[in-house]
């Protein structure tokens, strides 16, 4: 079972369409992060988030963590074809600092 | 410094041969992760460790999997007797302080035939 469950899994939509992904889960995180993977590439972190209700905007995407720290949305407006990618989040237990636990992913396609 | 180096990008082994694989931190960095990624999934934790010592292996596999980060030059993931099960991109990660400041490289894909 994933400890951190990201949906949908996949997501086709028409550039200049908003869209918005999941990371949730039942364990509370310290901090969770977000990345973004390209074919053939590492994960580059976009984001950590860390307090429960935190927003944080990167130009067209707005993260956020819940309450509760269990869970975090990525919102993206206006998408563009360069947005296109693997969004993976990572979520950080407090008793292991250094060990990241990643969703299995969303895979987004924007076709202009 | 042009970030977190790993070679070889690509590694082909037949089965039972060994792979080493190579990763070059950050300048700077002294704190060194390897994860192993496995086809439309995520990331998975092998290992964490800082300059000659090996912090947490807990993600590694206990039985023909090897990890270090000598004093000098880049850490080095081992696998032993490669079977088909260990294809896969693993991707090392550094930062300068323990959990803080992840840059991952571009991952090394082994391909067991």
């Known amino acids: 079972t994933q400890l951190l469950e990201q949906s949908p899994q996949f997501l086709s939509i028409q550039e200049g369409e908003n869209l918005t992904v999941y990371c949730n889960s039942s364990?509370?995180?310290?901090?969770l992060q977000w990345y973004r993977q390209e074919p053939g590439e590492g994960p580059v972190l976009l984001v950590t988030?860390?307090?429960?209700?935190e927003v944080k905007k990167l130009k067209r995407l707005t993260f956020q963590f819940g309450d509760a720290r269990k869970d975090s949305s990525l919102h993206i407006t206006a998408a563009q074809p360069g947005d296109t990618g693997l969004y993976l989040c990572?979520?950080?237990?407090?008793?292991?600092?250094?060990?990241?636990?990643f969703g299995s992913g969303t895979r987004l396609l924007v076709r202009p | 410094n042009a970030g977190v180096m790993q070679n070889p990008r690509h590694l082909v082994r037949r089965r039972g041969q060994e792979a080493r694989l190579r990763c070059s931190p950050m300048?700077?960095?002294?704190?060194v992760y390897w994860y192993r990624q496995l086809p439309e999934e995520g990331l998975k934790f092998m290992v964490y460790l800082q300059k000659e010592n090996i912090i947490d292996e807990s993600g590694m596999p206990k039985e023909r999997f090897s990890a270090e980060f000598p004093k000098e030059g880049p850490s080095i993931l081992r696998i032993q007797q490669v079977v088909r099960g260990d294809s896969a991109a693993y991707f090392c990660?550094?930062?300068?302080?323990?959990?803080?400041?992840?840059?991952f490289g571009s991952g090394t894909r082994l391909t067991v035939v």
């Open positions: 990572a979520g950080v237990l407090g008793d292991s600092s250094y060990k990241l636990i």
């Open positions: 988030v860390v307090t429960g209700g």
């Open positions: 364990s509370v995180f310290s901090s």
């Open positions: 990660a550094s930062s300068p302080r323990q959990g803080e400041g992840y840059t």
């Open positions: 300048k700077g960095h002294s704190h």
